[in-house]
């Protein structure tokens, strides 16, 4: 069973920032890429960031591209995405996401393991 928990979300001016967390339950944490999703109210869930498992690579919606950063820090088992000029239309619930297969670069982002959400709402 993976158990991801996410932290940091909360209220924030447009053009503020704000630092999500996610911890993984699992001794493998170091063997899995990592991402992050979001849901807006009305809406599907769209891909927002990723992390490859090593952390050399990295990939972003083109809607967050600059403005978003996804970091990982393996002795702790959490990942961490860095959201700067927030505009309201990132208000959405964010999900911490972890891949099902270990020690490849190539991660199925529709096959994942899910945590529970927190939510970051952005103000005008």
């Known amino acids: 069973q993976v158990q991801l928990v996410e932290s940091g979300g909360g209220l924030v001016q447009a053009g503020g920032s704000l630092s999500l967390a996610c911890v993984a339950s699992r001794r493998t944490f170091s063997e899995y890429a990592m991402g992050w999703f979001r849901q807006a109210p009305g809406k599907e869930r769209e891909f927002v960031a990723g992390i490859s498992w090593s952390g050399g690579t990295t990939k972003f919606a083109d809607s967050v591209k600059g403005r978003f950063s996804i970091s990982r820090e393996n002795a702790k088992n959490t990942v961490y995405l860095q959201m700067n000029d927030l505009k309201p239309e990132d208000t959405a619930n964010y999900y911490c996401?972890?891949?099902?297969?270990?020690?490849?670069?190539?991660?199925?982002?529709?096959?994942?393991?899910w945590g529970q959400g927190t939510q970051v709402t952005v103000s005008s």
């Open positions: 996401v972890r891949s099902k297969s270990p020690l490849t670069d190539y991660v199925r982002w529709s096959d994942v393991y």
